[in-house]
């Protein structure tokens, strides 16, 4: 038998690829540590001792901070005793997780009910009421107690008013749909004994269950979905980008190809026309040096 301590925290609903919608309870279970180990030879049973949530250790006493610093864990808010051979093989220090069970195991789950304060016979034991009409002095009040007046008492277990609900409740076979070891929690098809917040225990079911047994659908990932679906829109954006910026940048090489080829072409042109304007200037010819006047020739 397989045994899990966890924190009842609501109902919800999930539904499967195939379209089925389970009504789920939703049970946050925290990593078990292992506190302690129970033996038959020391404790006269087994079991095993594991801490539920921690807690400030100024929050704790001097025995119970001596308790947890023996077994070498942090101080735990809750403690409690799991039983059975699956959980006979864990150690002091060890960590019972949420993948402890599997989609499609049948559980029961042990739980307090929600209490009612003191109430009467009609609403605790769900008992027929009186005549409604006026006049009539018996409307939500018990029926006869009367024993035949061999007895001459009420005898001992009568369902009378009292303290209602505040008990240890059981649900038996009880699916399990999902369980995430990473986000610490277990979704039970159903209801599940106990108010919000309160604890509750999960164990292997003890009983035979009756028919085939059910089969779960794959739950739809809604955060996978929306995880994958943001990142298309991002790879989606950066290739837009991208193309916008490939856009971009060719259009800028091509409009700086257009204008070098302009400035070129520019270049080009003026000096054709800087040519043509030399060919087209008439040539000068060069005048014969005068001769030297006769009189320095003389002197010289």
Not at 72 to 92: F, Q, W
Not at 127 to 156: D, E, F, Y
């Amino acid at each position: 038998m397989k045994q899990i301590i966890g924190r009842k925290m609501g109902m919800t609903e999930v539904f499967a690829k195939d379209g089925t919608m389970y009504a789920v309870t939703v049970v946050e279970v925290l990593p078990n540590v292992v506190t302690q180990v129970k033996t038959l030879e020391k404790d006269g049973y087994e079991a095993i001792q594991v801490g539920f949530e921690e807690k400030k250790e100024s929050k704790a006493n001097k025995a119970e901070k001596g308790h947890f610093a023996k077994a070498g864990v942090p101080v735990m808010k809750v403690l409690a005793e799991v039983k059975g051979d699956e959980m006979a093989n864990y150690k002091v220090g060890d960590k019972i997780t949420a993948d402890l069970f599997k989609a499609g195991d049948v559980v029961d789950v042990v739980g307090t009910s929600k209490g009612h304060g003191y109430t009467g016979a009609i609403k605790r034991w769900n008992m027929t009421i009186g005549v409604k009409g006026h006049g009539h002095s018996w409307h939500r009040t018990q029926g006869s107690m009367a024993n035949m007046g061999l007895i001459q008492r009420i005898t001992p277990g009568k369902k009378m008013a009292g303290h209602s609900g505040n008990q240890s409740a059981t649900i038996l076979n009880q699916l399990v749909i999902e369980s995430n070891a990473e986000k610490n929690y277990i979704l039970i098809k159903g209801s599940v004994p106990g108010a919000k917040k309160s604890l509750v225990l999960i164990r292997s079911a003890i009983k035979t269950q009756l028919g085939h047994p059910q089969k779960v659908s794959e739950l739809v990932d809604l955060e996978a979905e929306a995880r994958a679906a943001e990142e298309a829109r991002i790879a989606e954006e950066a290739a837009k980008k991208a193309a916008e910026e490939e856009a971009r940048r060719a259009a800028e090489e091509a409009k700086a190809a257009e204008e070098a080829a302009k400035k070129a072409a520019e270049e080009a042109s003026k000096a054709e026309a800087e040519a043509a304007k030399v060919e087209e200037q008439p040539k000068v010819e060069e005048a014969p040096a005068a001769e030297a006047p006769a009189e320095a020739k003389e002197g010289e």
